[in-house]
């Protein structure tokens, strides 16, 4: 057993630079005093908090399926916690590994497929209307999109930085249309909150969280699939703008 380190170093070693408000505000505030409690036991792996938060998952998925929404929500919000709690101390104490993220993403996908077919399978059950199995396939397939955009997203990035010139700035195009967002962004990222204001979290916690613990869940979910929808699109749009400023540098570097 090591050494507990202080609050403010487990802060400085394990915080992200920007992460989602919903884990800033409600999550990180609670998982730092968690890390120093359990970083000094050597035992206590990433890849074992990943599954544990997957195992509270499924007592959430239980409970949703029953019908017990509140305990439902309490438990999708504690493994949600467990989860962050992984990549902490994979930061901390320099355990992390190749395949923990794999099982870490693979798990928190498979965690959101239970609970939705949970909460709005065991709503179906209950009144046989099938809007409910129509809202669980939307709720799969916007999480899923998500995270793949994500992905693809990311690859893309990755090639426009790793192939020709480096585009003096290939976001102008984007700042010049969304001044205001601009701003907003400078104030979001002071305070470590990323400009992705409603992302895949954010969705989870609106469907899984807030819906149940208020007892409305359509209203929640239908918000939560609207709004993540409408910043993946501001996402794609700054995507093809930046890809767009990045081809006609690359075509003037080549001319010159």
Known sequence: MTPRLTVDEIRERTYKRRDSWWTVWLVDPVAVHLVRLIAPWRWVTPNRLSLLAFGVGVG?????????????????????????????????????????????????????????????????????????????????????????????MGKIRELMRGDGPEPA??????????????????????????????????????????????????PFTVVAAVLLTAFELLLIYKLWLTTRTYSAENEAFIRT
């Open 169 to 218: 700035d290939v976001h102008g195009d984007f700042r010049a249309r969304f001044g205001l967002f601009g701003r907003v962004r400078g104030f979001l990222l002071a305070h470590r909150i990323r400009a992705h204001v409603f992302s895949g979290i954010e969705f989870m916690m609106f469907v899984f969280v807030l819906g149940p613990l208020t007892g409305l869940v359509v």
């Open 60 to 152: 959430a998925a239980a409970c949703f399926r029953a019908g017990w929404l509140i305990a439902g929500a309490l438990l999708f919000h504690v493994a949600f916690l467990v989860d962050c709690l992984d990549g902490k101390i994979a930061r901390l104490n320099g355990t992390g590994s190749v395949f923990g993220v794999w099982l870490d993403y693979v798990f928190d996908r498979l965690r959101v497929v239970i609970c939705a077919l949970g909460l709005f399978g065991g709503q179906w059950q209950r009144t046989g209307d099938p809007f409910w199995i129509g809202l669980a396939g939307l709720v799969i397939f916007l999480d899923l999109f998500r995270y793949l955009n994500a992905l693809q």
